[in-house]
């Protein structure tokens, strides 16, 4: 299934059976089930799985765990064009892109659908800095009151579009 041109689609990324991972398919859900949801593409469980089906939308938000040094349920804004930030405005610390939980990255698969004609025109990823990802279901206990914070952030960049 790949996107209405035009369209704003919101994709969660991850495993629920790996604690945290879990955290995109947890706030695509709040999306999608809210008075006004959002397309909603997931669950997918890599990044990589955005290929076909992104193609075309003028914005695509996807929200996934995070690996950082920052404290667990701390929640990022990355335009893939643009910079880090945190979705209070503060800048977070600067590096190339978020660490993704996944071997391929959201950025790395940007790139293959530039290279192929079929990106988005935006791609904004929202994610959350993860503290478990082991076997096992349900959010940590730093992550679950996150859901809430990325899920506003995603409706704020969703408002702001088209």
């Not at 593409?41 to 992104?54: A, I, K």
């Not at 643009?82 to 940007?110: E, F, I, K, N």
């Not at 990106?119 to 730093?142: C, K, M």
């Amino acid at each position: 299934m790949s996107a209405r041109p035009g369209s704003v689609v919101v994709a969660g990324i991850g495993s629920e059976y790996r604690h945290d991972d879990g955290v995109g398919i947890a706030v695509a859900r709040v999306l999608s089930s809210g008075p006004r949801a959002v397309a909603d593409l997931g669950p997918l469980g890599e990044p990589l799985d955005l290929l076909g089906r992104w193609d075309g939308a003028a914005l695509a938000v996807v929200v996934d765990a995070l690996r950082g040094e920052e404290p667990a349920g701390t929640v990022h804004v990355a335009d893939l064009r643009g910079s880090l930030r945190r979705p209070d405005g503060g800048a977070a610390p600067a590096r190339r892109s978020p660490a993704s939980s996944h071997g391929l990255g959201v950025q790395d698969v940007l790139r293959i659908a530039q290279a192929v004609g079929s990106a988005p025109l935006r791609v904004v990823l929202v994610g959350v800095v993860g503290e478990r990802f082991d076997e096992g279901v349900g959010l940590s206990d730093a992550v679950r009151p996150a859901v809430e914070s990325a899920a506003s952030a995603v409706r704020a960049l969703v408002a702001g579009c088209c």
